[in-house]
């Protein structure tokens, strides 16, 4: 598979998963020792815990796990720096062996720039981040980085028919202390290793197919978060560069129209 349509199809996974929190929690005591409440507990925590920030920026780190037909697996790199503004607001500018290139999204429009092409393609989307997030991915075929992580009511869509919950140890990442956790649910399983404290920000985010022989990986360090600055909603407003040219988005389906 394709590294981009591996992309969309993992985190797919990871957030194609609707179910309502008390409802987990209540099945986790019930499938006994495989789903331990504490693991349950502490991803909740987190997930509540970003679920309250109106506003962050960090910076990520991916390594891609790609199997070649040569049958070498090869890790391919991406950094992005997130902006993220509740509830409509987010920018990603994302560079590295997978793609060169600027997400903006200002609670009506979606646009996506490359800057080595000067090229961007724009498409009317949702009025909220999460909305926008199912958007990108299904209609025009955008994966946005951590997608998990900035989805308001992550915890039920990561925990609905999870198989096995427990918490791995403790860990440090980055120079943070974290717990460190694994969930397994059919097809893709997650680890997080998240802060320890009163600030549970995640630090580290892997997502595994588990279906497949090879079982590859994406790996994501979250590093650098930040709340406090004050980020104008004008940031958000793509404004094309001099010379720029507009395009379709390659996966368009929504019938929508470049200007």
């Not at 349509?5 to 993992?10: C, F, G, K, M, S």
Request: proline residues 6%.
């Amino acid at each position: 598979m394709k590294t981009w349509n591996r992309l969309i199809a993992v985190s797919g996974m990871a957030l194609g998963l609707l179910t309502l929190s008390v409802a987990v929690c209540t099945d986790a005591r019930a499938q006994g020792a495989s789903v331990d409440p504490v693991a349950m507990q502490k991803l909740k925590r987190m997930s509540d815990f970003l679920d309250g920030q109106p506003q962050f920026s960090v910076n990520t780190q991916s390594v891609i796990e790609e199997m070649r037909f040569s049958g070498h697996r090869v890790d391919l790199d991406l950094e992005a720096l997130v902006t993220v503004k509740r509830p409509n607001k987010l920018i990603a500018l994302r560079s590295g062996e997978v793609m060169n290139e600027q997400l903006y999204y200002d609670g009506k429009t979606l646009t996506l720039f490359h800057p080595t092409e000067n090229t961007y393609a724009t498409a009317t989307a949702p009025d909220t981040i999460e909305t926008m997030i199912d958007f990108a991915r299904e209609t025009v075929g955008v994966l946005l980085p951590a997608a998990d992580l900035v989805y308001r009511g992550a915890y039920p869509l990561m925990t609905k028919d999870v198989t096995l919950a427990t918490v791995v140890g403790k860990a440090v990442v980055n120079g943070v202390r974290c717990d460190h956790l694994l969930f397994s649910h059919p097809g893709v399983d997650f680890q997080v290793w998240i802060a320890e404290g009163e600030q549970p920000w995640p630090c580290k985010y892997v997502v595994t197919e588990t279906d497949t022989a090879t079982k590859l990986s994406i790996t994501t360090f979250l590093s650098g978060w930040n709340t406090s600055a004050a980020v104008p909603d004008s940031k958000f407003n793509f404004v094309p560069p001099k010379g720029a040219r507009a395009i379709p988005f390659p996966h368009d389906a929504s019938g929508a129209t470049s200007p």
